[in-house]
């Protein structure tokens, strides 16, 4: 009697790329380079930006200042611009904040090889869960640094 | 771009997570990139910008010192509620040069003010330190040699034109 055949090949292939931000300068990313990353020809990041530019102006550009300030800057301090995830298990996940706005751009750093900020996913205040997003924006680092040899 | 292997179960949870994501070559990126041209010679966004920046270094200053908006307050002699407005981006309080210096000077720094032709951008060179024989080095001639090169063979080449945004992913 024939055997089933186990699936000896658990393991699938995806493309990771990491996207320039359109009209984002690199005059204000002279110390971190700001990009959004895509996975399998889709970014979360990117078509939430252009969501909010075709329909909330005001959000957009609120998120668009604190990159190009965090794009200058070492470190945030400020927390109504951007903040930790305050949930421990999400370890050193952060979201760029629309101030008194809703939009918030979920990222991670990756200092290793250069200084990118890889922006990951999108949280609009007030739809959903914050911390599902935060966890998604882990789950996302943990895929970008276990096939990067790295440490999460 | 890279292909990476991932387990069954990451690749399952992608493919929910971005099923209803558009694919990145149909959003309309040349209107997102034009419209942040746009913004950046708008005015208020820019005025708006810098005092974005300009809040973003009260803070950092302030932890670089270990003081809180209280004892800044009370260091620079003017209320706590003011000092409020300022670094909550408050649209009724403009800041004139004479607080940006006042402010900063309390906080142990300079103000320089650039005002670069638009046509010039900045370039970076980074200076990393490097391990030598296991012991950390300050960065220096040496270790910036090779962007100093770079940065002097870039110099000497004509100024880039200004193209329209083209889809294009980084390395």
Not at chain 1, 42 to 50: E, F, N, V
Request: with cysteine; net charge positive; glycine share 4%.
């Amino acid at each position: 009697m024939a055997k089933e055949r186990k699936n000896v090949n658990p393991k699938v292939d995806i493309k990771i790329k990491l996207l320039n931000i359109p009209g984002l300068d690199n005059d204000c990313q002279s110390h971190w380079k700001i990009r959004a990353l895509e996975i399998n020809g889709r970014s979360l990041a990117l078509a939430a930006l252009k969501r909010w530019q075709a329909r909330h102006q005001a959000e957009w550009k609120k998120i668009r200042k604190v990159m190009q300030i965090h794009g200058t800057q070492e470190e945030i301090k400020d927390g109504k611009k951007v903040k930790k995830s305050s949930n421990p298990d999400h370890g050193e996940v952060y979201e760029m904040r629309a101030d008194k706005g809703h939009a918030r751009l979920m990222f991670f750093y990756d200092s290793a090889e250069d200084s990118i900020i890889v922006c990951a996913n999108s949280h609009w205040k007030g739809k959903g869960s914050q911390d599902a997003d935060f966890a998604t924006c882990k789950r996302l680092k943990d895929i970008y640094f276990n096939n990067k040899g790295e440490k999460p | 771009m890279k292909t990476v292997t991932v387990s069954r179960e990451d690749a399952h949870w992608l493919d929910e997570l971005l099923k209803d994501v558009p694919l990145t070559q149909d959003l309309d990126l040349e209107a997102l990139a034009e419209a942040g041209r746009v913004l950046d010679q708008d005015p208020e966004y820019v005025a708006d910008y810098l005092k974005g920046l300009f809040v973003s270094e009260i803070y950092n200053a302030m932890d670089e010192q270990g003081i809180n908006a209280n004892q800044l307050a009370q260091r620079w002699g003017k209320s706590r509620q003011y000092l409020s407005k300022i670094l909550n981006e408050d649209r009724r309080v403009n800041f004139t040069i004479d607080t940006i210096v006042d402010l900063m000077m309390q906080l142990d720094r300079r103000v320089e003010l650039h005002f670069p032709h638009k046509r010039q951008h900045t370039a970076v060179i980074r200076c990393v330190r490097k391990p030598v024989k296991n012991v950390w080095e300050s960065p220096s001639a040496r270790t910036c040699a090779e962007s100093v090169s770079n940065f002097n063979l870039m110099a000497h080449q004509p100024a880039p034109e200004i193209a329209p945004y083209e889809y294009n992913p980084a390395a």
